[in-house]
């Protein structure tokens, strides 16, 4: 065979494998034209949170503010409801309260949130509510758990120490931390009222009108983080926070994008039921007044 004929049978075999290689691959997955390159951002700054634990989340956010200790309560009169290592703990627990030790209260708390049973655990939202906005990363954790009443008590105290921490802009970001984690449906509720009040005294604590609406967006923003993690209960829960906020009803992702491009130009869209309206800002303010009066 002639070195020629060889050479154009090679030439044959590869131009058939690279055509069996090109077929065989997967076809290129469509972009996604519709999202904004800045809802791409929000995205991926979502996906880079994802994994931060609450209870270490809300440590940080409190770790700035001052100390504050309250006049410790007995908590003897529960003692005769324990028996063995609980009585232990709960003793342990007492000590730690009369000295106002702080660090020896959190070298128990593990064990008391392990306790299966309840009453050490209402022990401990007891305890923690001693030490006020201090303890607030421990007793975000304590409204999730399984006993309703412990998890009302704990609710409780934390919105008692929320209200210590003086900084709205904290208050409204430990609120954040919270609706984007916990998935009770009546504990969001508190929450969301919580984050709105926090954030309309964030937004309105601006005088220049062009700061309001930078911080407006911020915490626009912010909802729309927690609606992009995937839990049902808060996603609707940020949303009630968003018609508070803005003083428009929550339409989509889509549309919340469109208010975010330039709040003070944002129109509704025309086949909107107005009836349907939350109040206008203005209308929130006014509200306001007249309460204080």
Known sequence: MKVKHIFAIACAVLAAVVVFVLVRQPPAEPTDTGRSKKAEKRLSHRAAKSDVNVREKVRQIVAVEPKKRRRVRPVSDMFPMLKGKDHQLAEAMQSA??????????????????????????????????????????????????????????????????????????????????????????????????????????????????????????????????????????AEAAAETYEEITGY????????????????????????DEESFPASQEEISDEADETDI
């Open 249 to 272: 009803p929550w339409l989509g992702i889509d549309e919340a994008e469109l208010y975010l491009s330039n709040p003070d130009d944002y129109e509704l869209p025309e086949d909107c």
């Open 97 to 234: 309260l009369d000295a106002d030790n702080y660090r020896g209260v959190m070298h128990l708390i593990d064990k008391a949130m392990s306790s299966e049973n309840p009453e050490v655990r209402s022990l401990l939202v007891d305890a923690l509510g001693w030490f006020g906005a201090e303890a607030l990363p421990e007793l975000t954790v304590m409204m999730a758990d399984a006993d309703s009443d412990v998890a009302e008590s704990a609710q409780a105290q934390w919105s008692v120490a929320l209200a210590e921490i003086d900084n709205s802009e904290r208050r409204m970001e430990i609120g954040m931390v919270v609706m984007g984690t916990l998935t009770d449906e009546d504990t969001l509720e508190h929450i969301s009222g919580e984050v709105s009040n926090s954030a309309l005294e964030y937004i309105d604590g601006e005088e220049d009108p062009v700061r309001q609406d930078e911080k407006r967006i911020v915490v626009v923003q912010a909802l729309l983080d927690i609606m992009d993690s995937g839990r049902e209960p808060c």
